[in-house]
């Protein structure tokens, strides 16, 4: 939109100029003209005379000398006929029948003074043609022809259009520097505002807000709009967490009682089988339960309002694979790890560490007991890297000076192409996993915690086979790290 007015104002400011600066090239060209043709006039008139004494007298050798000159110093063409058309001097010939040439002979002879020749303009190559009537006692006697080029008219002419030329850029230029785009920010000042809190609502901060009291009332009227649409957002968003909330905390009491009296019903099942579907009850109830925690955790996530702050990410992935290697160790999956000193990213407080666990969870249960690689990237913005395979899904990454990439991969069956477009979506779990101890609640937490901190998880296939995930975050600058 903006290049859009810088283009309709550059247009309107290019066409005002152009309207102011052609009658003033128009004026200096003719005034240039009219210049140059009163003296030709000056000098017919004085040849006018002598041809008059010459052709009374019959000494012409004067006349013819005086014109020879006078086309040498000038690179005109002097003719002097008699009333009868016949060239009584010619010291350079002239082609009598051309029509402008005789249009000016016959205007003379007919004593009627010079036309005054039209704006001569430096693409047009034609001559001054001036015919000046010789009279004696109100007889005409012939008259004096005088063909000029026009080159030191047309150059002048061409000299004054190209400081117009110049003048007007320059101009056009400072018109729109100093007030075109000066003047298009200001319009689209609340425009952009608008841009950035519909950002922000996208990214989940509902609680952005715009200025009502800037632009025009059609834009002031537009971010009212705009405001009333975040808070009616906002609120079904509390509405929806805090039932969530509530109804999770709500069923603990119930359900823990529950499991508490089927626990206790154990005494009284003598039947073997009856044993058995007891502990199936015990243990849907813990996954009843687990559930539960999840829905409670992922509102409080939704809910957090923390502000992002630099994150030490070599020193945490490090501290989490340490915590889980035991884990991996006693499941007979290698865990190894490619982490650099160093790598900081903005995050909210504690957002990796939970991502991480889920994470290595995750490979550990659904790995099928394969090696597992963490690693740690930092990536520039810019390179190509930055947009998404086609087997990807995630956020956005904010604009950053680059991205840290926290990788964790598995080589174990991975998902399907269409499994992998319904990763991560909440309470989903694959066909293949439903013996699996889980939820489908620890994929839909993490991203909701890394892309409120501004990052992205990206979910894709391994090749030749596996799971990759991929959690990007805006990097950070080092912090100093104080000596022991």
């Not at 066409?15 to 009163?38: D, G, K, W, Y």
């Not at 005109?76 to 010291?91: F, K, L, N």
């Not at 174990?412 to 694959?430: I, K, N, V």
């Amino acid at each position: 939109m903006r290049r859009r007015l810088l283009v309709i104002v550059f247009v309107l400011v290019a066409v005002l100029i152009v309207a102011l600066s052609l009658p003033l090239v128009r004026a200096t060209a003719e005034r240039t003209v009219q210049n140059s043709f009163i003296g030709r006039v000056e000098d017919s008139a004085w040849f006018a005379d002598m041809s008059a004494t010459a052709m009374e007298s019959g000494r012409i050798g004067r006349l013819e000398a005086t014109a020879q000159r006078y086309s040498s110093l000038h690179d005109s063409r002097v003719v002097v006929i008699d009333a009868d058309s016949e060239p009584v001097v010619a010291p350079r010939p002239v082609d009598l029948d051309e029509p402008q040439v005789r249009s000016a002979l016959l205007r003379a002879l007919a004593d009627r003074p010079p036309e005054q020749p039209g704006v001569v303009w430096p693409w047009e190559g034609r001559p001054f043609v001036l015919a000046e009537p010789v009279k004696r006692d109100g007889r005409v006697l012939g008259a004096v022809l005088i063909v000029s080029p026009t080159d030191r008219v047309r150059s002048e002419v061409a000299d004054h259009l190209t400081l117009v030329g110049l003048g007007s850029f320059v101009a056009l230029a400072v018109v729109v520097t100093a007030v075109a785009l000066p003047v298009v920010r200001w319009v689209l000042r609340p425009v952009h505002e608008l841009d950035r809190a519909t950002d922000e609502v996208a990214l989940g901060r509902l609680k952005t807000r715009v200025s009502e009291r800037v632009g025009s009332p059609e834009l002031r009227h537009l971010a009212n709009r705009f405001n009333l649409m975040a808070d009616s957002m906002h609120a079904a968003q509390e509405q929806q967490r805090a039932f969530v909330a509530q109804a999770s905390h709500q069923l603990r009491n119930p359900l823990t009682a529950l499991r508490l009296r089927v626990e206790n019903l154990e005494e009284f099942v003598s039947d073997p089988r009856g044993l058995d579907e007891l502990h199936y009850a015990v243990e849907e109830t813990d996954r009843f339960g687990e559930i539960l925690d999840g829905l409670l955790r992922l509102a409080r996530a939704e809910a957090s309002e923390a502000e992002r702050g630099p994150v030490d990410v070599s020193a945490v992935v490090a501290h989490r694979v340490d915590a889980w290697r035991a884990a991996f160790a006693s499941a007979g999956a290698p865990l190894t790890t490619e982490v650099p000193d160093g790598m900081w990213a903005l995050s909210l407080p504690d957002c990796l560490d939970h991502a991480l666990d889920t994470l290595l969870d995750n490979a550990l249960k659904f790995g099928a007991g394969t090696p597992v690689d963490v690693s740690v990237t930092r990536t520039p913005v810019g390179d190509g890297s930055d947009s998404g395979g086609s087997g990807d899904v995630g956020g956005t990454t904010g604009r950053t000076d680059g991205v840290v990439e926290v990788t964790v991969r598995d080589r174990g069956p991975g998902l399907t192409p269409d499994e992998l477009a319904q990763a991560g979506g909440r309470f989903w779990r694959s066909a293949r996993h439903q013996n699996v101890r889980g939820t489908g609640l620890g994929l839909a937490l993490t991203r909701t915690l890394v892309e409120a901190g501004g990052g992205e998880l990206r979910l894709a296939r391994a090749k030749p086979h596996g799971f990759t995930a991929t959690i990007r975050l805006p990097a950070a600058p080092a912090l100093p790290v104080a000596p022991a």
